[in-house]
């Protein structure tokens, strides 16, 4: 995709908001330290970020072991101004207040980070302390195999481990089977997990997907109307959570989760449903990262001829070879090359 330059109209407009966002932060700071000096705000306490709505987020607290207390009520809290932005999944020290918001006062250091690019190249995090990503594909809107390798790269990039949820199944037949297949069986083959589901499935029909996810904390990716919100309702048995149709003019998704959130699972751990997008940029990582990303790269790395080898053309290269005999896709590779040719690049969405 094309990079994305800033006019000085909107290069003024990212500055204003900038500005507001600095004097709202330290109009906040005056009113916690009124609370202080009022002994308004409890002791410090660690918490877990379940929600994350603009300059307030959702705080459950966690027990001695640093474990969410799921039966305890979630508190509305401010941030203090100092803190990095924090996202749905990070454990915090912060005080609550009986009759306002409370305060978020430190972050507690992050095992992991999800991250995608926004409309203006910035990373924006999207969720933290995840240990596995469910990329959720489905029938409608069609599945993309460049997006599914995208999040793929950024998974094994984390360390994270990922898996394929094939939402929707019931409505696979003779007209789309043969489809489905090609799109899943080079994931299959690569060794990657591959679970089938629907959304009007009860929580006993999801057993398998409950059993992946357990004890874990997991997040739920894709594309806008695969399903995600759908799942989680099915799963936790709650009809309250939100659900999209899709556009009836194009069959993509709409928009419903405008945040990420995360729910507590009956078979233990958590779930971030995440919002859901169309592109998810990987400009922010290196070449080398991005050939470790592929897992059928690398047995082949570091055999190429030269050493300073692009794997485009160049003879004696060992990727190129491997594609010859059949060890790496087409499909894959084309993929590969299309994610490196935006490497560098702010793309938009």
């Not at 409309?119 to 240990?131: C, E, M, S, Y």
């Not at 080398?288 to 592929?294: A, C, H, I, N």
């Amino acid at each position: 995709m094309a990079k994305r330059k800033l006019n000085r109209r909107q290069q003024w407009r990212i500055k204003k908001i900038q500005e507001e966002k600095t004097q709202r932060a330290h109009r906040r700071d005056s009113q916690v330290d009124q609370q202080l000096a009022n002994n308004a705000l409890g002791d410090e306490q660690t918490g877990l970020i379940i929600a994350h709505y603009g300059q307030q987020i959702d705080v459950q607290a966690c027990d001695a072991n640093g474990q969410p207390e799921t039966q305890t009520p979630v508190h509305r809290c401010y941030v203090r101004a100092n803190l990095d932005a924090l996202v749905t999944g990070d454990r915090v020290v912060w005080r609550a207040a009986e009759d306002e918001c409370g305060i978020i006062e430190a972050r507690l250091p992050r095992n992991s980070l999800l991250q995608r690019p926004d409309n203006f190249g910035q990373l924006k995090p999207v969720a933290a302390n995840i240990d596995r990503i469910v990329i959720v594909v489905a029938v409608e809107p069609e599945p993309h195999a460049n997006l599914i390798d995208r999040y793929l790269v950024a998974a094994e990039t984390l360390d994270i481990q990922p898996t394929l949820l094939l939402n929707k199944a019931d409505l696979i037949g003779s007209h789309n089977r043969a489809t489905l297949d090609a799109l899943i069986a080079p994931y299959r083959a690569l060794g990657y997990e591959v679970l089938l589901t629907t959304a009007q499935s009860s929580r006993d029909d999801n057993s398998d997907l409950l059993s992946w996810l357990a004890h874990h904390t997991s997040v739920f990716v894709g594309q806008s109307g695969v399903g995600k919100s759908s799942l989680i309702s099915s799963i936790l048995g709650d009809a309250s959570i939100k659900v999209g149709e899709l556009s009836q003019n194009t069959r993509k998704g709409t928009h419903t989760t405008t945040t990420a959130r995360l729910f507590h699972l009956p078979s233990g751990g958590q779930l971030v449903d995440s919002p859901g997008i169309r592109e998810f940029g990987l400009w922010h990582i290196s070449e080398e990262e991005l050939l470790q990303g592929f897992v059928e790269f690398r047995p082949h790395l570091g055999h190429c001829k030269f050493r300073d080898c692009r794997h485009i053309d160049e003879p004696g290269c060992a990727i190129k070879t491997a594609l010859q005999e059949g060890k790496i896709s087409p499909r894959r590779m084309a993929s590969f090359e299309r994610i490196r040719a935006t490497l560098n690049e702010k793309e938009t969405f």
